[in-house]
């Protein structure tokens, strides 16, 4: 891989929305280093479908974002790597619900260490590079920065702080760098707590009267980190016309 070829580091990439976005810039060109933090496995497994694409295109990085000193170092094995950075995508999320009332401190950190203090803090580390290479970042926040749900305050409120992330960052590394972000709708139901109910109750409320598919986000992360060159500090919704529950 030549430094020419562009780079993007995803973070939780290993799985469900982050796989789509990495297979997409991939797709495109891109050189990807997939983080993840558990999924070590199918990380090794994305990365090596990659590879079997296009040899020396794929890097796995392992780390628990919530740990401070592991985020700068993200980004310089990625430029270790691959000689340059062009797109950080910032799709690794904490979710679970806390209602209010209920919530700990152990729990807003918890949530706000991945959520928001990371895609930060990986936002700093990557701007010298960025700037270098007139890249973009692009943020995951959710629909449910604007339209909360009342059992999601804390998780709703570090999305909302993502969205004025993303608008501050656009005016801080304009004009070298482009900050954007997608909010999705109902895209991927969690895998650990299925409620029929509450999907078809979300359904009711979407325009489109459909779940979303990971590859129409992943669609849309190319279009702003790569075509939407006149588009910085914008917070996309796709979320099939989701209204307010």
Same mark, same amino acid.
């Given at each position: 891989?030549?430094?020419?070829?562009?780079?993007?580091? #995803?973070?939780?990439?290993?799985?469900?929305?982050?796989?789509?976005?990495?297979?997409?810039?991939?797709?495109?060109?891109?050189?990807? @280093?997939?983080?993840?933090?558990?999924?070590?496995?199918?990380?090794?497994?994305? @990365?090596?479908?990659?590879?079997?694409?296009?040899?020396?295109?794929?890097? #796995?990085?392992?780390?628990?974002?919530?740990?401070?000193?592991?985020?700068?170092?993200? #980004?310089?094995?990625?430029?270790?790597?691959?000689?340059?950075?062009?797109?950080?995508?910032?799709?690794?999320?904490?979710?679970?619900?806390?209602?209010?009332?209920?919530?700990?401190?152990?729990?807003?950190?918890?949530?706000?260490?991945?959520?928001?203090?990371?895609?930060?803090?990986?936002?700093?580390?990557?701007?010298?590079?960025?700037?270098?290479?007139?890249?973009?970042?692009?943020?995951?926040?959710?629909?449910?920065?604007?339209?909360?749900? @009342?059992?999601?305050?804390?998780?709703?409120?570090?999305?909302?702080?993502?969205? @004025?992330?993303?608008?501050?960052?656009?005016?801080?590394?304009?004009?070298?760098?482009? #900050?954007?972000?997608?909010? =999705?709708?109902?895209?991927?139901? =969690?895998?650990?707590?299925?409620? =029929?109910?509450?999907?078809?109750?979300?359904?009711?409320?979407?325009?489109?009267?459909?779940?979303?598919?990971?590859?129409?986000?992943?669609?849309?992360?190319?279009?702003?980190?790569?075509?939407?060159?006149?588009?910085?500090?914008?917070?996309?919704?796709?979320?099939?016309?989701?209204?307010?529950?």
């Amino acid at each position: 891989m030549t430094p020419s070829h562009r780079v993007a580091l #995803v973070t939780g990439a290993a799985r469900r929305l982050g796989a789509a976005i990495a297979r997409r810039l991939h797709g495109a060109g891109f050189a990807v @280093a997939v983080h993840c933090r558990d999924s070590r496995g199918d990380a090794e497994a994305l @990365a090596a479908e990659l590879e079997a694409a296009r040899p020396g295109s794929a890097l #796995v990085l392992q780390a628990d974002l919530a740990q401070f000193d592991r985020l700068p170092e993200l #980004v310089a094995k990625t430029v270790g790597r691959f000689g340059r950075l062009d797109a950080l995508v910032n799709n690794a999320a904490a979710f679970f619900p806390t209602p209010f009332g209920t919530v700990t401190p152990a729990q807003w950190d918890e949530l706000f260490a991945v959520n928001l203090r990371a895609p930060f803090f990986l936002s700093q580390a990557a701007a010298p590079h960025l700037k270098a290479t007139r890249g973009a970042i692009l943020g995951i926040s959710d629909v449910y920065a604007r339209q909360p749900r @009342a059992d999601l305050s804390a998780y709703a409120t570090g999305k909302g702080a993502l969205e @004025a992330m993303t608008r501050a960052l656009a005016v801080v590394l304009a004009p070298e760098v482009r #900050v954007n972000a997608i909010a =999705p709708g109902a895209i991927l139901w =969690p895998e650990d707590a299925a409620d =029929p109910a509450l999907q078809e109750k979300i359904l009711a409320h979407t325009a489109l009267a459909r779940t979303g598919s990971v590859d129409e986000i992943a669609a849309t992360a190319l279009w702003l980190l790569q075509d939407a060159m006149y588009t910085t500090g914008s917070v996309v919704a796709v979320d099939g016309g989701r209204t307010p529950l």
